[in-house]
């Protein structure tokens, strides 16, 4: 939910969409911001792990020793390293740097934990599908939303599906380094249980 808070990076500037009580205008702070991060924060870190119906098994200590892990607390905050560099040193709309560190953190994610690439990769389409949805629902209910409200002029201009392709390269970013995100913090890998079939007896 905290990433809400980072909402006056993006208005004006990327978008500017209605708010309670104009919030997002007059201070660039709204409350939507925050239920819509808290939202795709929890849905993004347990997609996979529901439609897949993985369970969570600790690392092994020994496997915690590889070479691999030696950056592993260092490597943790890379996305927001990222997007704090390039905010500050490139002339690079928030929304791409963003995008960029996203998938920086994912990268290293695989980098880290390559036992998690099925889930990381996955877990992007299974998270962009989903906010294909969403994000389709809102443009056939209001079609003028998205020229009204994002800064088409700024952007790449593109839209896919009445999207902008912006909403998309976010949505997959976010779904990689989400969906594998706890269990490279705490140490874990998504195991499917094996089904054991009962036979009956005459």
Avoid at 87 to 110: M, Q, S
Avoid at 131 to 153: G, H, K, M, R
Wanted: with cysteine; glycine share 6%; aromatic share 16%.
């Amino acid at each position: 939910m905290p990433m809400g808070l980072t909402e006056p990076l993006f208005v004006p500037e990327y978008w500017n969409p209605p708010s309670l009580f104009d919030l997002a205008q007059r201070t660039g702070f709204d409350v939507e911001s925050l239920i819509f991060s808290f939202a795709i924060g929890g849905i993004g870190s347990v997609l996979y792990n529901a439609i897949t119906r993985s369970e969570l098994e600790p690392i092994e200590p020994a496997e915690r020793k590889h070479v691999r892990h030696r950056f592993h607390a260092f490597l943790l905050p890379t996305p927001v390293l990222v997007f704090l560099l390039l905010a500050a040193f490139t002339n690079l709309e928030h929304i791409y740097c963003g995008i960029i560190a996203l998938f920086a953190g994912a990268l290293f994610t695989l980098y880290c934990r390559p036992d998690l690439a099925r889930k990381v990769l996955i877990g992007g389409v299974l998270f962009t599908l989903l906010y294909f949805i969403c994000f389709t629902s809102l443009v056939l209910a209001f079609p003028a939303y998205v020229e009204q409200v994002w800064n088409l002029d700024v952007l790449t201009g593109l839209l896919v599906l009445g999207i902008p392709l912006e909403e998309y390269l976010f949505a997959f970013s976010f779904g990689m380094l989400w969906s594998g995100l706890y269990e490279h913090l705490r140490w874990y890998k998504p195991v499917v249980p094996q089904r054991t079939s009962q036979q009956g007896h005459p």
